[in-house]
C-alpha cells in the first residue's frame, strides 16, 4: 500500500469531500493560494476549487467559527481552521455555547455541521501561547464530536466522517504529526467515530494513548519488550467524543494493568476520564495503581530544554510502565 504524510492525508481527504459535496467549503486565516495554511494542510485547495470555495479570512477566531456555525445551520458544510488550537479561547463562545448547543435548543429542527480543524501540541519551540493540548476543553462540552488521530489513515478516514456527519466536530491534529508518513488505501473509506484502534496487542499491561503520544507509547513498548519481554498492548480511542469505552475495558480486563499517557495538563484532563472509566467498570481486575503520564500543570516553557522536560517522552512511559508492572 502507499504512504503518504498526515498532512497530505488530510489535505487527500479535504479535496475528496469538496469534490463529492458542493457544499463543503473551506475558511480560515491564510488558507487560500497565497500561503496554503500554516501547516500547508489546504495548499493548492484554492487553485484547484477558488476563492469562493477556499476562503481567507481576518484574523478573528471568534468571527471564523461564528461565520462557520451560520453556514452550518443554513445548509452547507464548513471547515474552519483555527491556525493555532490555543486560539480556539478566542472562540469559546461559538464553540461551546452555540454550535454545541444548537441541536438540543431547537429540538433536532436545526442542524450544525461544521468541522473545526486545528494543530495542538508542544515540540517546536512556539512557547506558551502556541504548544497547549486542550482536548479535554471540548471533550466536556456536552454537543461536540472530538477526534484525535494519530496516523495519516485514521486522519483521512475521521476527517472524511466529520464533513459527512451532522455534528460540530473539533478535528485536533497535532504540529508533529503532520510530517509523518503511514500507509493510506487509494480507494474510498471511512472510519466510525467512537471506535479505538488496537495499535499494538499485548497482555502484560495497556496502554491508552492520543495523538503524538500514541508514536512515544510504541516506541517505549518496543524498547521495554526487548529489554524485558514486557509486552503491552496499545489502544489509540481515535475519538474521545464519543469514546470506545468499551474497547478500553475490555483490554485492561485482559492485562490487569493500565497506563494512560497524553499531552494535555494531568489535573481534570483526558487522561483523568479514561482512569475514571476504567476505576468505575474493571477495579476489579486491575493487578496495579492505574498510572497517568500527562503534562504537569504549568504553561509550556519557550526554552528548549525546559519545554522537553515538561513533555511526555519513551523515558517516563517505561518508568510508568516498570512501577506498575512492579506493583503486585
Known amino acids: 500500500m502507499r504512504k503518504i504524510t498526515y498532512r497530505d492525508a488530510l489535505r487527500e481527504a479535504l479535496r475528496e469531500e469538496m469534490k463529492r459535496d458542493p457544499t ?3 475558511l480560515g486565516e491564510d488558507i487560500g493560494k497565497y500561503w496554503g495554511g500554516a501547516f500547508k494542510v ?5 487553485e484547484e476549487f477558488g476563492e469562493e470555495r477556499v476562503r481567507d479570512t481576518p484574523i478573528s477566531e471568534n468571527a471564523i467559527i461564528g461565520t ?16 493555532f488550537g490555543d486560539l480556539t479561547a478566542l472562540a469559546m463562545d461559538q464553540i461551546a455555547n452555540q454550535a454545541a448547543k444548537i441541536r438540543y435548543m431547537f429540538g433536532a429542527q436545526a442542524k450544525c455541521p461544521m468541522v473545526i480543524r486545528t494543530p495542538f501540541g508542544a515540540g517546536v519551540n512556539i512557547a ?3 504548544s497547549q493540548s486542550l482536548e479535554a476543553w471540548f471533550m466536556h462540552t456536552p454537543g461536540l464530536h472530538v477526534a484525535v488521530p494519530s496516523t495519516p489513515y485514521d486522519a483521512k478516514g475521521l476527517l472524511k466522517t466529520a464533513i459527512r456527519g451532522n455534528n460540530p466536530t ?11 508518513e503511514g500507509e493510506v488505501p487509494e480507494q474510498e473509506y471511512t472510519i466510525p467515530f467512537g471506535k479505538a484502534d488496537t495499535k499494538r496487542e499485548g497482555e502484560d499491561v495497556t496502554i491508552v494513548a492520543t495523538l503524538y503520544m500514541v508514536h512515544k507509547a510504541l516506541n517505549a513498548a518496543k524498547q521495554l519488550e526487548k529489554e524485558n519481554a514486557i509486552n503491552a498492548e496499545i489502544i489509540d480511542p481515535r475519538t474521545l467524543t464519543p469514546l470506545d469505552t468499551q474497547a478500553i475495558i475490555k483490554s485492561v480486563k485482559k492485562t490487569g494493568r493500565l497506563i494512560i499517557v497524553t499531552e494535555d495538563c494531568k489535573t481534570a484532563g483526558v487522561s483523568a476520564e479514561i482512569a475514571a472509566i476504567a476505576a468505575e467498570h474493571a477495579v476489579d481486575y486491575l493487578d496495579a495503581p492505574i498510572k497517568r503520564v500527562a503534562e504537569p500543570d504549568t504553561p509550556i516553557p519557550f526554552s528548549p530544554p525546559l519545554e522537553q522536560y515538561v513533555i511526555p517522552n519513551e523515558k517516563t512511559i517505561i518508568k510508568a510502565l516498570k512501577e506498575v508492572l512492579q506493583t503486585w
Open 128 to 130: 506558551s501561547h502556541h
Open 42 to 46: 489546504t495548499e493548492g485547495l484554492a
Open 24 to 26: 463543503v467549503f473551506l
Open 170 to 180: 473539533v478535528f485536533c491534529e497535532h504540529k508533529l504529526l503532520y510530517p509523518i
Open 68 to 83: 462557520a456555525v451560520g453556514a452550518a445551520i443554513t445548509g452547507t458544510c464548513p471547515v474552519a481552521e483555527i491556525m
